[in-house]
């Protein structure tokens, strides 16, 4: 188009000499070729300020929330499995909801499981404003981990068992059966993605790199999910009816770990397709039973209230939260990761190869005895009157104070009375009696905790799924980790340095977790040291040995 317009430009000036009509046609091939140039510009700006969006959000993805904002997808089904919630075997259908990164063009994205608390019982009936993938923890743990490149997938799972049976081995039977199922469904929704992966593609997931957790009953069922695995685990004297000379889970019954054989209680969804993960964190929640854990099983980061007055800190009772009464003896964070961290099992390697300097691991390293993937939450302790007046602004006799075992839910509590009294109960007493584990509960106090949850956490979802981000332990300068050895560590009594080579140490220094030295030895010219315990703390220290070439530093844990 622009040389024909210059054709007629230059024949009309040169025949017939009209001088403004050469200028008026030039004048207009100018503007033309300048609109279309600002056009051209306006669109590789916008292309590379995409760029520019897209190369930022991946360069501080995982680790802080670099996407504005989250699309999410509700009510996907991800299987049908048989329930027993009403007594009578039914087929129940799955659902999630689904939260992405908006706009992320990111074509394989690393997957975190939320799994909600309740219970193993539906939401309401179980006493409690919890019970749904829709439970405000969970909406915002997912909404987080989705802003910052994650696709985070809250589920629902099935539920039922007789927890008010008088009987204690009824109790047991039906709650550990309800946590088998719950393994089940979880391990179905892992799959429907590695189905996914393998058909449409709808959610491009990167199937190699996959997180499961939990809140409470999610947090025991992640820790089943990475420990539950041999069928001999099923057969332990409190998992088994003595008189009737079964397990209490009968996988002729109930189906395999995976969930992938078709049997009286169980429907296979996608069979062909395998549950691993690369590992688990539980919010509160047990273990089944110690034994479980073995070596060779996916890390584990566990949160858990020091008090919990449902879910044991460290080995001890579970009850029924409404009646008290005993279900069985399980085994809570502070054992899990103490078992995980033994140099026999060392199933949260990667995390001690790894360098973690937040204010969140600062600060559990003050907590934890120097077992890493461990938060402690100390709660305060709160102390009511005789009575106590909810938000619905109703009064009712207090019941007895308890520890708070889950400060990181909150709920609306207009909204859970309504519902409870849909259900026939009194709304008014049952939001009030609600407040009993959570007095001060509030939106913005259960995201203060899911603050620390987050910032503990992401650091080591990106080790454990070989994320960009993740740091190396023990490497500073240009030393190889290679070069020195450290041992017995963990250690009660002493710690032996020893290098190779052509190496030589020539400093020692220790640190405990506030960054204070407590140790230091200079002046040395050897291949092997060793530093006497002499009255430090049990805990994790840091310690910083100088070398001829170079310098490396490596966490030492204290017994």
């Not at 088998?180 to 449409?200: E, L, P």
């Not at 709808?202 to 190699?208: L, N, R, S």
């Not at 919990?308 to 054992?335: I, L, N, R």
Request: aromatic share 10%; with cysteine.
């Amino acid at each position: 188009m622009t040389a024909v317009i210059l054709l007629c430009s230059n024949f009309f000036s040169k025949l017939v000499g009209f001088k403004k009509i050469a200028i008026f046609a030039k004048n207009l091939i100018t503007k033309k070729t300048q609109t279309m140039r600002k056009k051209l510009q306006l669109v590789a700006a916008l292309g590379l300020f995409a760029l520019s969006t897209n190369t930022f959000a991946q360069a501080g993805r995982y680790l802080t929330e670099v996407f504005p904002s989250v699309t999410v997808t509700s009510n996907v089904k991800y299987g049908i499995n048989i329930s027993v919630l009403t007594g009578a075997p039914l087929a129940d259908t799955l659902k999630m909801d689904i939260y992405q990164p908006t706009g992320d063009v990111l074509a394989a994205r690393p997957m975190v499981l939320v799994l909600h608390t309740g219970s193993f019982l539906p939401r309401i009936l179980n006493g409690q404003p919890t019970g749904d993938k829709k439970d405000s923890a969970v909406v915002e743990m997912c909404t987080r981990f989705a802003k910052r490149g994650y696709v985070a997938v809250a589920a629902n799972y099935r539920t039922g068992w007789n927890a008010l049976s008088t009987t204690e081995m009824v109790r047991t039977k039906t709650l550990l059966q309800a946590v088998y199922r719950t393994i089940q469904d979880a391990k179905n929704c892992v799959r429907y993605f590695k189905n996914d992966k393998a058909t449409t593609n709808t959610y491009k997931i990167d199937t190699t790199k996959i997180a499961v957790g939990g809140f409470g009953s999610g947090g025991y069922i992640a820790l089943a999910y990475a420990s539950l695995n041999q069928p001999s685990e099923l057969l332990l004297a409190k998992f088994f009816d003595t008189g009737a000379n079964v397990p209490f889970v009968d996988q002729a019954i109930y189906g395999n770990f995976d969930g992938t054989n078709t049997t009286a209680l169980c429907t296979a969804n996608y069979p062909t397709h395998t549950s691993t993960v690369n590992m688990a964190f539980n919010i509160g929640g047990a273990v089944g039973d110690s034994s479980w854990i073995q070596a060779g099983e996916v890390p584990i980061v566990a949160f858990h209230c020091t008090k919990d007055p449902f879910a044991p800190y460290k080995t001890g009772p579970v009850v029924v939260p409404t009646t008290g009464d005993f279900v069985v003896e399980a085994t809570g964070s502070y054992d899990v990761e103490r078992i995980v961290n033994k140099p026999s099992i060392n199933n949260n390697a990667i995390f001690h190869n790894s360098v973690y300097t937040d204010v969140y691991t600062t600060h559990a390293n003050t907590l934890n005895d120097g077992y890493e993937g461990l938060y402690p939450f100390v709660t305060p302790v709160h102390v009511t009157g005789s009575t106590i007046t909810c938000g619905t602004g109703s009064t009712y006799p207090a019941l007895p104070q308890t520890e708070q075992g889950a400060p990181w839910d909150w709920w609306n509590e207009a909204t859970y009375a309504a519902t409870a009294t849909a259900y026939g109960q009194n709304g008014a007493l049952s939001a009030c009696n609600a407040l009993t584990g959570n007095p001060d509960m509030s939106a913005s106090k259960a995201r203060l905790y899911i603050d620390t949850i987050q910032g503990f956490l992401n650091p080591r979802i990106v080790c454990a799924l070989g994320l960009a981000g993740c740091v190396p332990n023990g490497i500073n300068e240009y030393s190889s980790a290679s070069d020195i050895s450290i041992f017995p560590n963990p250690s009660s009594t002493e710690i032996n340095f020893a290098v190779n080579g052509s190496n030589t140490i020539k400093s020692v220094e220790l640190y405990d977790v506030t960054g204070r030295m407590v140790k230091q030895i200079v002046g040395l010219n050897t291949q092997k040291y060793t530093i006497q315990r002499e009255g430090l703390s049990t805990g994790l220290y840091i310690s910083k040995i100088q070398l001829n070439k170079g310098s490396i530093s490596k966490k030492i844990i204290l017994e």
